[in-house]
């Protein structure tokens, strides 16, 4: 069974500042990873995955993860946060094999972007 | 055009009612979720459906139903609406022919039960 631990459940940055979303994952399976952004009063957009290729991962908007296998993470980084990034972020994962499209979300964390 | 669709977006409702609420997507997936999302809890699934004849109990389906009448529709019904089940529903889509997961996800329903 996978899990997922977002570590934050708020992350305050100003503007221009690095942006660091911390996740955790458990798996017993090498997993597929995804942080999704949720806008207020819109559902969830994916910004980015991880499948096994490239362990650094870019999405859109300027966001990137890296997967670190050693240290079971995926936490989701932008160099300089802007107004429009404030939002909620979620980590999940997804096995690999069998029912593998099951994707097991963290609780989320809500990025504020401060002027 | 969305690519996945749910109606209705809010709805007020009283405790014991029955409510219907209904997803459809455009984009040709053959797999779809219905997830509820609480405050500091995260998304969690309800039920998942890998095509139309494969339905799936999620992790707390206990009080929901579901009926998938197309390949393009999935609904959730709450059979005697409680107030714990005040939440912000979702539907997703993915694809198996893809063999990544992403799962797509439609702009949501607020569900108030008073």
């Known amino acids: 069974a996978q899990s997922v631990t977002q570590l934050g459940s708020h992350v305050s940055v100003s503007e221009g500042a690095l942006v660091l979303l911390r996740c955790n994952y458990s798996s017993s399976v090498p997993p597929y990873l995804f942080w999704y952004v949720q806008y207020p009063n819109q559902g969830l957009q994916l910004l980015l995955k991880?499948?096994?290729?490239?362990?650094l991962v870019k999405g859109i908007n300027g966001f990137e993860a890296e997967f670190k296998k050693s240290e079971t993470s995926f936490h989701l980084t932008k160099p300089s946060a802007h107004m429009s990034d404030a939002a909620e972020y979620f980590c999940?994962?997804?096995?690999?094999?069998?029912?593998?499209?099951?994707?097991?979300f963290g609780t989320g964390t809500r990025l504020q972007v401060t002027l | 055009d969305a690519d996945v669709t749910q109606t209705p977006r809010n709805r007020i409702t009283k405790t014991g009612k029955r409510i219907m609420l209904e997803c459809s997507q455009t984009k040709g997936h053959d797999r779809m979720y219905w997830y509820r999302q609480d405050p500091g809890l995260g998304l969690r699934l309800i039920y998942y459906?890998?095509?139309?004849?494969?339905?799936n109990k999620g992790e707390i389906s206990d009080g929901y139903s579901v009926s998938r009448q197309a390949q393009a529709k999935f609904s959730l019904s709450l059979e005697s609406a409680i107030p714990n089940q005040t939440a912000l529903y979702f539907c997703?889509?993915?694809?198996?022919?893809?063999?990544?997961?992403?799962?797509?996800f439609g702009p949501g329903t607020r569900l108030t039960v008073t």
């Open positions: 459906s890998f095509d139309v004849k494969d339905i």
């Open positions: 999940a994962v997804s096995g690999n094999t069998g029912t593998a499209s099951k994707l097991t």
């Open positions: 991880y499948t096994s290729a490239a362990t």
């Open positions: 997703a889509t993915s694809d198996s022919r893809q063999g990544t997961y992403e799962q797509y």
